[in-house]
Antibody
Framework: EVQLVESGGGLVQPGGSLRLSCAAS????????MSWVRQAPGKGLEWVAN????????YYVDSVKGRFTISRDNAKNSLYLQMNSLRAEDTAVYYC????????WGQGTLVTVSS | QSALTQPASVSGSPGQSITISCTGT?????????VSWYQQHPGKAPKLMIYDVSKRPSGVSNRFSGSKSGNTASLTISGLQAEDEADYYCSSYTSSSTWVFGGGTKLTVL
């Protein structure tokens, strides 16, 4: 059974940093692109970033470029999102999803940026 | 990276068919056959319903179908059921090698 479990969310002050993790199981993690998608409270979905199977290609939405870094560790079946210089508008539930088509999603982890 | 345009809400009665549109540009929806549709119930993670414009993942009811014409993609749900009531989002690959979602459509089953 495919499982994606996010962790690392929480309350952080503006300008602070947070690292999200996504533990994958039930499939060959190293064979898939992986994505992060976020959803602000009461709002729609927003694609944040994705990373190629071997980590050689990474793409980001303009609003997080230079602040967020997506990475992966195929030996640990894990996906990461390092978030720096956090802003109030980054407050959202962050989901990891499998593949370019995002056919499986985790349950999400809430990031709240507030003083 | 502007969001794709979806109607804010649509509604239909049980057994009827509804269509949700998703309008982009030639740099996203119109330029690639990489349009996906997701269903999201309140408090739940999104679920993939359609990918590559018109393909259905295993396990998704054949009442759900997708199509595209020019810069507009569409999701059609036939034989509406109460459990179809949810938010629906389209997504497309873009010429910048990024992805963009629509603003979402709330489907109400009357």
């Amino acid at each position: 059974e495919v499982q994606l479990v996010e962790s690392g969310g929480g309350l952080v002050q503006p300008g602070g940093s947070l690292r999200l993790s996504c533990a994958a199981s039930g499939f060959t993690f190293s064979s898939y692109w992986m994505s992060w998608v976020r959803q602000a409270p009461g709002k729609g979905l927003e694609w944040v970033a994705n990373i190629k199977q071997d980590g050689s290609e990474k793409y980001y939405v303009d609003s997080v470029k230079g602040r967020f870094t997506i990475s992966r560790d195929n030996a640990k079946n894990s996906l990461y999102l390092q978030m720096n210089s956090l802003r109030a508008e980054d407050t959202a539930v962050y989901y990891c999803a499998r593949g370019l088509q995002r056919d499986y999603w985790g349950q999400g982890t809430l990031v709240t940026v507030s003083s | 990276q502007s969001a794709l345009t979806q109607p804010a809400s649509v509604s239909g009665s049980p057994g009827q068919s509804i269509t949700i549109s998703c309008t982009g540009t030639s740099s996203d929806v119109g330029g690639y056959n990489y349009v996906s549709w997701y269903q999201q119930h309140p408090g739940k993670a999104p679920k993939l319903m359609i990918y590559d414009v018109s393909k259905r993942p295993s396990g998704v009811s054949n009442r759900f179908s997708g199509s595209k014409s020019g810069n507009t993609a569409s999701l059609t749900i036939s034989g509406l059921q109460a459990e179809d009531e949810a938010d629906y989002y389209c997504s497309s690959y873009t010429s910048s090698s990024t992805w963009v979602f629509g603003g979402g459509t709330k489907l109400t089953v009357l």
